[in-house]
């Protein structure tokens, strides 16, 4: 039996690459199911029911489905929970970057850059680093916003868990966030503003 040839560094470089994008596309689906079992669990609706409701919600607007939920109940405004929102929002962003503009991959480093030069329009190219470490901050922060998710899911279920349960997930969410997007100037900014003004919930028309 012959030996097998020992990969090059190169090539363990790439399928170290791949298999933590692999993982971060993995988690945060499992963040998107989540969203709207929380979203589920805060607007009170039956499991059977659901689907036929919320089928097809997006992450943002799940996010503000359970914001304005949790107003019209009285709730007080939770910095907490906008943490965590805030930070959903970025690593959004950056997977959503990453999977629509692919990575142009350093074999040799296993870095690589993330680039939207051939489709943006003038002024609005976006351009930033992602590797196998970039690849697992985003991980860790997806699972400590789950963590905190899960707070928030209990404290909204008709039978409350034990009064010991309550903040223990949100604990291992307080760590500061591993991921910050690199600092783009104001084609950035600009690219915010737009996804934030259409993000916003229209007004249904008055007829």
Known sequence: MSEQNPKSPELQNIEAYWTALGRF??????????????LMIEAGVDFKLAPAIF???KIDAAKSYIKRLRELKGRAEDEFLNRLFAQISIVT????DILHYGTSLDAKTGEGTVSAAIMA???RQIQFPV??????????????IGSGLIDFMM???PEKPPAEFMGVFRKAAQNPWRY?????GHTRQERQKGAKKQQRPQKPSRG
């Open 55 to 57: 089928s097809g919600v």
């Open 25 to 38: 596309a993995s988690q945060f689906s499992q963040l998107e199911r989540q969203l709207q079992l929380y």
């Open 155 to 157: 404290e909204s279920l």
């Open 121 to 123: 329009m003038p002024g």
């Open 180 to 184: 910050a997007p690199p600092q783009q």
């Open 131 to 144: 590797s196998r470490a970039i690849l697992d901050d985003l991980c860790a922060d997806l699972n400590a």
């Open 93 to 96: 962003t950056a997977r959503n």
